[in-house]
């Protein structure tokens, strides 16, 4: 169940509309369509709309699209779906940055006639060189007295494509000797000859993000511009934007820790590193933290929604345990999720006593956890599957499972006893020979003879086959980016986050199940329907999580 939480932006928001400040509340999602949403950008969704439906406001999604050389339609289109998938709708309310290039343009040339912006021929190594350090001031350019009229002149050439890349930047006249390096002299217009999705080849010169984020936020009447703790020292800038430009409208900015998650990185450009590379099967391999590929794994909306609610807001970064995130999954799973069979590793079983013309259909229940789920036919026949690891040849101490002379339930079935096997010339198991109780039916005894062991199986003649994708975590260490000098947090790849398993036995509906249907194997774990490669021909399903819950077990 998803759980509210107050936060210290509800507490300025609060304070806000008391003061007569904000009326209507308005928030936004802005993010560059230059990749997939991952984990992270969900706490900020979450957020941004939760506050707008808690305070009956909007939140608008605007795509900052002011890169084209990164950007993709691809990438538009997968932020829609992992918005709308998260249980949040935009609405009428959807803005691209590049539906205010004109009036960027404009305000840009507004600071040009007020003196408060200039171009400038320096190169880029040359503008790091001047812009100093922390510990130093930096120094002033040698374009920087150029006059209005110059700066005009040479901004609309700009404009019309009159030079080359990297030639000449508009850059805004603050103080090069602020203690705020953001705040020295910084870059808000770039030349980039790059075919834009939207406007084609119509700019060839593009605002930087500090310029168009806060205009774009006042343009359409944000009141409340929540970002992460990254943009703290951007926000005098953004204030000293909406000032310069005598902007009507000045949206709040509000930072929050953005979602640290160990074992996990959640740069964009290192998620984009492993995808090129072919490290994954692409953005939504269900090894990736992104959206797309946590739903591919099998992750519900409800869950992350959970999730980003109980870790909180906060002013200060920290990491969250991925087993955090696995814990809010189960809750959700194992109230929804109905129980199915499947045999990892299967190993014949043949029941001495069972004719092989004859076949049985037991009940079983669908989900213990919920009444409304009912119950299932499964048969039992002569020849079964259990799990190879159910069996031993010799049982050790405190071994309650399936060995010669030992008696175990089989679920939902009846009682059975080993009473020999057979292995191949290396010595593996090939077959289980087993005599059934018919008294036990159901799984229980008449006699109230109890046995401690309860393992799971499949007949032979209903089984179906299945490919099973078994999912560990991307990274061996829960700092990926600790590795030795001069290494790589690909160093921290694990090379066993995928398991393959070919000869998998499953009950017949589930191969007939939809793609994207999650269920609970039992004793397993949770499993989902590949949502691409899932047919019934061919079902493939991927573990969703186990059953093992750390994160709970460590915090009861």
Known sequence: MEKTTSNFIEEIINEDIRSGKANTVVTRFPPEPNGY????????????????????????????????????????????????????????????????????????????????AYVCDLSADETRQYRGTLKESGKESPFRSRSIEENLELFKAMREGKFKEGEKVLRAKIDMKSGNICMRDPIIYRIQYS?????????????????????????????????????????????????????????????????NLNYTVMSKRNLLQLVKENLVSGWDDPRMPTISGLRRRGFTPESIRDFTSRIGVAKSDNIVDIAFLEHCLREDLNKRSNRAIAVLNPVKVIIENFSDDEELWLEATNNPEDEASGKRKIPFTRE?????????????????????????????????????????????????????????????????????????????????????????????????????????????????????????????????????????????????????????????????????????????
């Open 384 to 556: 079964l599957y259990i799990e190879r690891d159910d069996f031993k040849t010799e049982a050790p101490k405190k071994y309650f499972r399936l060995a010669p002379g030992k008696e175990v339930r089989l679920k939902f079935a009846f009682y059975v006893t080993c009473t020999s096997f057979e292995t191949d010339n290396d010595g593996n198991i090939i077959e289980i020979r087993c005599t059934y109780d018919p008294a036990t039916k159901g799984g229980w005894s008449e006699d109230g003879r109890k046995v401690k062991g309860t393992i799971h199986w499949l007949s032979a003649r209903h089984a179906k086959k299945a490919e099973v994708r078994l999912y560990d975590r991307l990274f061996t260490e829960p700092n990926p980016y600790t590795s030795e000098e001069g290494g790589s947090f690909l160093d921290n790849l694990n090379p066993d986050s995928l398991t393959v398993l070919k000869d998998v036995l499953i009950e017949e509906s589930l191969a007939n199940a939809d793609p994207g249907y999650i269920c609970q194997f039992e004793r397993t774990g949770y499993f989902c329907s590949d949502i691409k490669d899932h047919t019934p021909e061919n079902p493939v399903y991927n573990r969703t999580v186990a059953l093992r819950d750390s994160w709970a077990k460590l915090n009861k």
């Open 37 to 116: 949403l991952h984990i992270g950008h969900a706490k900020s969704i979450c957020l941004n709309f939760g506050l707008a439906r808690k305070y009956n406001g909007r939140c608008h999604l605007r795509f900052d699209d002011t890169n084209p050389s990164k950007e993709e339609t691809e990438y538009i289109d997968s932020i829609k779906e992992d918005v709308k998938w998260l249980g949040f709708d935009w609405g009428e309310h959807i803005y691209y940055a590049s539906n205010y290039f004109e009036q960027l343009f404009e305000f840009a040339i507004d600071l040009i006639k007020a003196g408060k």
């Open 195 to 259: 075919n834009h999705h939207r406007t084609g080849d119509t700019w060839c010169i593009y605002p930087m993000y500090d310029f168009t984020h806060c205009l774009s936020d006042a343009i359409e009447g944000v009141t409340h511009s929540i970002c992460t703790l990254e943009f703290k020292n951007n926000r005098e800038l953004y204030d000293w934007v909406l000032e310069a430009v005598n902007s009507k409208n000045r949206p709040k900015q509000i930072e929050f820790a953005r979602l």
